[in-house]
């Protein structure tokens, strides 16, 4: 009877497995970002920055984005590489780490974090 009931799952599983589109990026790996002057990427880099200045003193203007990488993890988390400058003092651009997470269908972004970084290159961009 067990035998029967597990043959009989199997076969109604089998199909819905085998419909599964192969996906590009596969949920939890971390996959570098190719185009780092990309709108979404940059509006990203942005947030992050106007998110850290509400924070802080210590005021920062946008720059660029240098590298970063993504994953899909419940949402997406971006890990960007970001060159700001300090907005009071007429030093050049430093890096940052910024986190973000985009949550769900509508999009919602979540700060979780800035730092003074060192590492500019997260993935070696391999062409």
Not at 91 to 120: M, S
Request: hydrophobic share 50%.
């Amino acid at each position: 009877m067990h035998f029967h009931f597990f043959l009989a799952l199997i076969a109604m599983l089998l199909p819905l497995i085998v419909a599964i589109p192969e996906r590009h990026s596969l949920a939890g790996l971390w996959q570098p970002i190719q185009n780092t002057s990309d709108p979404k990427v940059i509006e990203l880099a942005e947030f992050a920055i106007s998110e850290y200045n509400k924070n802080t003193t210590k005021k920062l203007a946008f720059e660029s984005v240098v590298s970063g990488k993504f994953a899909h993890m419940s949402g997406t988390f971006y890990e960007l590489v970001v060159a700001a400058k300090n907005e009071s003092l007429p030093t050049p651009a430093e890096n940052y780490g910024a986190h973000v997470w985009v949550l769900g269908f509508y999009q919602k972004l979540k700060f979780l974090g800035l730092d003074r970084c060192e590492i500019v290159l997260l993935y070696p961009i391999i062409s």
